[in-house]
């Protein structure tokens, strides 16, 4: 090279550097405090604020991870079980809890959430899928024991797919050499909705506020009906039977004035004046039930983010 390309390199190289670097740790999301530090304030204001509706959820799942995530010596993995009917905020919950863990948040290498449509759709090949969930989980844990797992739609699984995985779930120092107790798995279902949605309505029918629910009026119910659920993916199953879920959180149905408030806190995502005409007509579109109260969203909050553009 001429002493001009040398010196124009040399330049160049010295500008691009920081990006680079920049970039290059971008892309190579390490397992240590730099990626992953919890954000407890974080967390506890994206429940508080974020999420509407879930006055029995919100400081279970405050308390329960903020407690592991500052234990340094965790007995075993955090195991938690969201229950509740669709578009309740149980997926937001589980993203809330992994944007206050890791720096890239939700997109984050360490966090994983299975499907049964993507990861687990053919009934015939639950063997295959046994031991490919058992080899996944093992091999990301060991590669960072701060990984979270999230399960969706548990009660549409293969009951018997999470056989290979108990033994993680438990307290066990180690297991071949890998120890689990760091990681968090999060089990998503629909299953117990109709239960939880039955007391809700008592409440409403009777004239009490939602806010007297308590937990102890709906745990019976949550973790009996995964456990009964011959169809789900935890029918009799030891997760349940040998204690393996440390917190069974219940999600509630979510009332008109809940989805008003998903449709603001939409419009406000979007940059988009909130507007209360757009924010009803939105609202008094979706189906209620049951008839004729009209009481709960039968889709939560769920349809809102794609429905709000026919609106604006
Ligand atoms: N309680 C809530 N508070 C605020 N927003 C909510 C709430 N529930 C749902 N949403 C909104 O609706 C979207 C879909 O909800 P989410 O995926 O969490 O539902 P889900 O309970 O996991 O449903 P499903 O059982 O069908 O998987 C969320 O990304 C969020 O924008």
Not at 217 to 246: C, T, Y
């Amino acid at each position: 090279f001429d002493p001009l390309t040398v010196a124009l390199l040399v330049g160049a190289g010295s500008t691009l550097a920081p990006l680079a670097w920049v970039t290059w740790g971008h892309f190579n999301e390490r397992c240590d405090s730099t990626w992953i530090h919890f954000n407890e304030p974080g967390l506890r204001s994206d429940l508080e604020n974020k999420l509407v509706g879930q006055h029995i959820a919100s400081p279970i799942i405050f308390k329960a991870v903020a407690g592991f995530m500052k234990n340094p010596h965790p007995r075993k993995p955090l195991v938690l079980f969201l229950q509740g009917s669709t578009g309740t905020g149980k997926n937001f919950v589980a993203q809330m809890i992994a944007n206050n863990i890791y720096k890239k948040g939700n997109v984050s290498q360490f966090f994983h959430v299975f499907t049964y449509q993507l990861d687990f759709p053919h009934q015939s090949q639950i063997e295959t899928y046994k031991s490919q969930l058992q080899q996944w989980i093992k091999g990301n844990v060991s590669r960072c024991a701060h990984s979270i797992f999230v399960f969706d739609e548990v009660d549409k699984l293969h009951p018997g797919l999470f056989d290979s995985i108990y033994p993680y779930l438990d307290h066990h120092n180690q297991l071949q050499g890998v120890s689990y107790k760091n990681a968090i798995f999060i089990f998503l279902s629909n299953a117990g909705a109709s239960d939880i949605t039955k007391i809700a309505l008592d409440f409403w029918q009777s004239g009490r506020t939602r806010e007297d629910i308590k937990l102890k009026d709906l745990e019976k119910v949550i973790s009996q009906s995964a456990f009964n659920d011959k169809m789900g993916g935890l029918w009799h199953s030891p997760l349940i039977d040998r204690n393996l879920v440390n917190f069974y959180v219940p999600f509630l149905p979510l009332e008109y004035k809940h989805v008003l408030q998903c449709v603001f806190a939409e419009m406000k995502a979007r940059n988009l004046s909130t507007n209360g005409d757009i924010a009803k007509q939105l609202a008094d579109d979706l189906v209620f039930y049951p008839n004729p109260m009209r009481v709960f969203s039968a889709q939560g909050c769920k349809t809102i983010h794609a429905r709000l553009d026919f609106y604006i």
